[in-house]
Each structure stands twice: as structure tokens, then as C-alpha cells.
């Protein structure tokens, strides 16, 4: 079982900032795919990124250029830097993990079915 607290979220203008973190307890997070997803009022969840034990990560179209994810496995945290943030990022942020093999990429990570769940942390961004 896999345990993931995000925290980090908050309130920021057009074009501003914001990093999001996200602590995962439980075995080793080495063999996870861990990613981000968010979901906006009124729509689907949809994947941001994700990123590999081996920290091979991608991200998704909207977000690219903007968005960068990385992973600490010593610390077994996530993080998520959100930069150039436009108003329609405004969405809850969750945290995701599923069992993976070290080396399977972050595109593979980026489309996977993810098992566990942390609570998800708000993100507002004001125009």
C-alpha cells in the first residue's frame, strides 16, 4: 500500500508560480510511476505528467514548456513546478502512483492506470 500527501497548492496570478510536492510513504517508491493530474469544475480528470523510477518523465501537451516534474526516490517525494500558470491550470492537483518496472519510461508512466491516490491540493490562478 502506497500513501501520497501532496501539499503546496494555493492561490497565484496569470503568470506566476507555484510547486506542488508530494510525499509518498509506504515501500520503496523506486518501482512507481508517479504522476500529476488535475481536475477543473465541470471536467474529467486529465494527466499533467509523469515520471519513472528512473526519472524518465513526460509531459502533457497543454502543459509543455510550462510545467516540469521531477522525483526525489531518497526522500520518496514528487514534485511538480508550474511556471508561466494561465487561468485555466485553476483545478484540484492529485497525486498518483502505480506499480512499475524502473525503466519504463516516462511516456509509458504519462498513459498508465494509476493505483493510488493522494487527496488532491487546490490550485487557483487569477486573471
Known amino acids: 500500500q502506497v500513501q501520497l500527501v501532496e501539499s503546496g497548492g494555493g492561490s497565484v496570478q496569470a503568470g506566476g508560480s507555484l510547486t506542488l510536492s508530494c510525499r509518498a510513504s509506504g515501500p520503496s517508491s523506486v518501482n512507481l510511476c508517479m504522476g500529476w493530474f488535475r481536475q477543473a469544475p465541470g471536467k474529467e480528470r486529465e494527466v499533467v505528467a509523469a515520471i519513472d523510477g528512473s526519472r524518465s518523465y513526460a509531459v502533457a501537451d497543454s502543459v509543455e514548456g510550462r510545467f516540469n516534474i521531477d522525483r526525489d526516490n531518497a526522500k520518496n517525494t514528487l514534485v511538480l513546478q508550474m511556471s508561466s500558470l494561465k487561468p485555466e491550470d485553476t483545478a484540484v492537483y492529485y497525486c498518483?502512483?502505480?506499480?512499475?518496472?524502473?525503466?519504463?519510461?516516462?511516456?509509458?508512466?504519462?498513459?498508465?492506470?494509476?493505483?493510488?491516490w493522494g487527496q488532491g491540493t487546490q490550485v487557483t490562478v487569477s486573471s
Open positions: 498518483a502512483a502505480t506499480r512499475a518496472a524502473l525503466f519504463r519510461g516516462g511516456t509509458y508512466c504519462l498513459r498508465a492506470e494509476y493505483t493510488y
